[in-house]
C-alpha cells in the first residue's frame, strides 16, 4: 500500500469498512436492492465491496489475490440493473458516502467514481 495513496489519505481499512456498513443498512431493507443478494446474510457482500473498493483506492490486493480480475460488468450480469436499480444503489451509497464526514475534496472524488461506476452497471431499462 502507498502511503500517498486515496486510500491512505481518508483514513484506510476503517474508513472503507464503515463506508460499506453504512451503504449495506440501507439496502438491508430495500425492496429493490435486497434481492439481488441472494445469502441471508449480507457480510459476505460487504466484505467483498470493501475489498473491491480498497483495492481500487490504493489498497492492499486482497480483492484480486482472492477473486482474480473485478469483472464488474459480467459479475453484476445476472442481476437487472436498471435506472431505479441504480438510482436506489446511488441513494444508500450518497447516504453513506455523506456518514464519512469525509474533506470535501475527498467526498467528491469518491462520490464521482461511485456515481460513474453506477451508471456502467446498467444492464437493462426494463421494470
Same mark, same amino acid.
Given at each position: ?16 469498512? +464503515? ?8 439496502? #438491508?431493507? &430495500?425492496?429493490? /436492492?435486497?434481492? !439481488?443478494?441472494?445469502?441471508? @446474510? ?32 459480467? +459479475? ?8 431505479? #436499480?441504480? &438510482?436506489?444503489? /446511488?441513494?444508500? !451509497?450518497?447516504?453513506?458516502? @455523506? ?29
Amino acid at each position: 500500500m502507498r502511503s500517498d495513496s486515496f486510500y491512505a489519505a481518508i483514513g484506510g481499512h476503517e474508513t472503507f469498512v +464503515r463506508l460499506v456498513d453504512e451503504f449495506y443498512r440501507g439496502v #438491508a431493507d &430495500d425492496p429493490v /436492492l435486497r434481492p !439481488m443478494y441472494p445469502e441471508q @446474510d449480507l457480510g459476505p457482500a460487504a466484505e467483498r465491496l470493501t475489498l473491491f473498493l480498497e483495492q481500487y483506492w490504493g489498497g492492499p490486493t486482497t480483492y484480486s489475490d482472492e477473486r482474480g480480475h473485478p469483472r464488474l460488468r459480467m +459479475r453484476h450480469a445476472p442481476f437487472k440493473v436498471n435506472p431505479e #436499480a441504480r &438510482d436506489r444503489w /446511488l441513494l444508500h !451509497m450518497r447516504a453513506a458516502v @455523506d456518514s464519512l464526514d469525509l474533506a470535501p475534496m475527498h467526498q467528491a472524488q469518491l462520490w464521482d467514481y461511485l456515481e460513474r461506476a453506477a451508471f456502467s452497471m446498467l444492464n437493462t431499462f426494463d421494470d
